[in-house]
């Protein structure tokens, strides 16, 4: 019986943004334009960091992995936006659509491990600054990027595995633009106890304990700054931080409104106009907030820039 309830569904119907029809061809205009624009910010980010040799640091080490990540997150769930507001096809198959939430969840917790690589970074430059290079050694780079993509992995995984568990029965519509872990569970016609509960625990753990180490991170550095003998080291602390820390609040301060803070049951528009931010939103403008807040971005654009005029000469 189990096995039928799970084949009787093949496909999900995904809503997609709560906007009206006239209005389609607009967003998907303005859609397509910020995908783009983040994908090729992002891949610029990438290219700068690979070429320059100004930028071969753990922090734009980390930054180069995050440009990837924030590239691979909108991929998973704009292209098939724009491809539904397209043609007018909502559905998308029970494999396909299984795969998408995976993955949303894989970069999502990428996203969190390498914010927290990023402020461990920044903590080890500013307060041991002296013992910066012998700290943040590649190795340790490596092992962080590592076990922030096993650990993702695995997150992902758990919650693939317990979806897969369950059954579905008549109603397949999702009221979202991609397929979200608890819309789907609301569609279950099985016993979803077990899935809330690693939801409840692993699943915010994933987001508070990353958080908190990024909130300490930040306390030992505001403590370094008021420490600092002058007013010169306060502004290059804060210069070497700022991108960071623009992203870090814009990022979770979004996740905190959506899954942390109360809503009524008829707040699924907002829950994903705010899902909007941090899948579409914040990848766009991580490039825009690194490269002009950053000197070293800045600098390497323009010896980028510099170069391509003499070779074209």
Not at 303 to 309: P, V
């Amino acid at each position: 019986m189990k096995r039928e309830n799970q084949s009787s569904v093949s496909e999900f119907l995904l809503l997609g943004l709560p906007i009206w029809p006239e209005q389609q061809a607009v967003f998907f205009t303005l859609f397509l334009g910020m995908y783009l624009i983040t994908v090729l910010g992002n891949l610029l980010i990438i290219l700068l960091i690979r070429l320059d040799s100004h930028l071969h640091t753990p922090m734009f080490f980390f930054l180069s992995h995050l440009a990837l990540t924030d590239i691979s997150l909108s991929s998973v769930t704009v292209p098939k936006m724009l491809l539904s507001m397209q043609t007018q096809d909502q559905s998308i198959l029970y494999a396909g659509c299984v795969t998408q939430m995976y993955f949303f969840i894989f970069f999502t917790d990428l996203d969190n491990f390498l914010l927290t690589s990023m402020a461990y970074d920044r903590y080890v430059a500013i307060c041991h600054p002296l013992r910066y290079t012998t700290i943040m050694k590649e190795g340790l780079c490596n092992l962080l990027v590592a076990v922030s993509w096993i650990l993702s992995c695995t997150n992902a995984l758990s919650h693939t595995l317990l979806l897969a568990q369950l059954s579905f029965c008549a109603d397949n519509t999702i009221p979202h633009f991609f397929c979200d872990l608890v819309a789907l569970l609301k569609l279950s016609c099985s016993d979803i106890s077990l899935n809330e509960l690693v939801i409840f625990t692993v699943g915010q753990a994933v987001i508070t304990l990353p958080l908190i180490c990024i909130l300490i991170s930040y306390g030992h550095i505001g403590v370094t700054i008021l420490k600092a003998p002058s007013t010169k080291g306060i502004f290059k602390a804060l210069s070497t931080c700022g991108s960071h820390l623009s992203v870090v609040s814009l990022y979770y301060g979004t996740i905190i409104g959506l899954y942390f803070l109360p809503s009524s049951s008829a707040s699924s528009d907002k829950d994903v106009i705010a899902s909007v931010m941090y899948t579409v939103i914040t990848p766009l403008l991580n490039p825009f907030i690194y490269s002009l807040r950053n000197r070293d971005i800045k600098g390497a654009l323009e010896r980028l820039f510099n170069r391509a005029t003499v070779l074209s000469q």
